[in-house]
């Protein structure tokens, strides 16, 4: 027996993604300088890595900031997505996996594009940053809907784009609403072309999840 969903989503599913990626974005970064000045009262303002001395907020923010991000839109994209697509309770653990991807990858990437700091390769680096975090929702895609790579695509293409700000400011406030922003419509977009347009999988029902 196998398990097929052909609704499609309607206009207030695409509002919807895009809007509460947002959110879960915003609310996560409010969460983390929370949770950053209770460690900082604990451990103090500096703290040693290497041998040097380290600002806490600077040094432990992303730490704390991506896994918020991965958990809440993770979740929030859960809740829109099971209506149109089988099994995927296990979408949270996705989403949760790759925001933590960065600290991987991002090192790697950021060492072989440190030698530039032109908008090229900052837009670059944001590409592939963006296309490796996504590899466990695709993973996930693959089962459920056809041509899922398009969904890596989109991905690297919105975080792409938030290089372009590059051009304009560096402060972190406006580069974060830009990764909450345009990954969102990219994926959007991904998700009219995936749930609409193109056809789905079947699953067996035996599949884990709902």
Request: glycine share 6%; charged share 10%.
């Given at each position: 027996m196998t398990v097929s969903n052909n609704e499609k989503p309607h206009?207030?599913?695409?509002?919807g993604w895009v809007v509460l990626n947002v959110i879960a974005v915003v609310?996560?970064?409010?969460?983390?300088?929370?949770?950053?000045s209770q460690i900082t009262k604990i451990i103090g303002g500096t703290i040693q890595v290497g041998g040097q001395s380290r600002i806490t907020e600077d040094f432990l923010f992303v730490c704390v900031l991506f896994p918020i991000i991965g958990l809440l839109t993770g979740i929030f994209q859960y809740t829109l997505l099971r209506r149109y697509l089988p099994h995927m309770a296990w979408w949270i653990a996705a989403t949760l996996l790759g925001w933590l991807i960065p600290f991987v990858t991002g090192y790697f990437i950021i060492a072989i594009l440190?030698?530039?700091?032109?908008?090229?390769?900052?837009?670059?680096?944001?590409f592939l940053i963006g296309t490796t975090m996504v590899v466990p929702q695709?993973?996930?895609?693959?089962?459920?809907?056809?041509?899922?790579?398009?969904?890596?695509?989109?991905?690297?293409?919105?975080?792409c784009m938030t290089g372009l700000l590059n051009l304009v400011t560096s402060e972190p406030f406006p580069v974060l609403l830009a990764i909450a922003l345009m990954p969102a419509i990219?994926?959007?977009?991904?998700?009219?072309?995936l749930l609409d347009w193109l056809p789905k999988h079947e699953l067996k029902s035996s599949a884990p999840g709902y």
């Open positions: 206009w207030f599913f695409y509002l609310t996560a970064w409010y969460i983390a300088w929370a949770l950053i440190a030698q530039k700091n032109d908008t090229f390769s900052i837009m670059l680096g944001m695709w993973w996930m895609l693959r089962q459920r809907v056809r041509y899922a790579s398009w969904w890596i695509l989109a991905h690297g293409f919105g975080w990219a994926t959007g977009v991904a998700c009219w072309l």
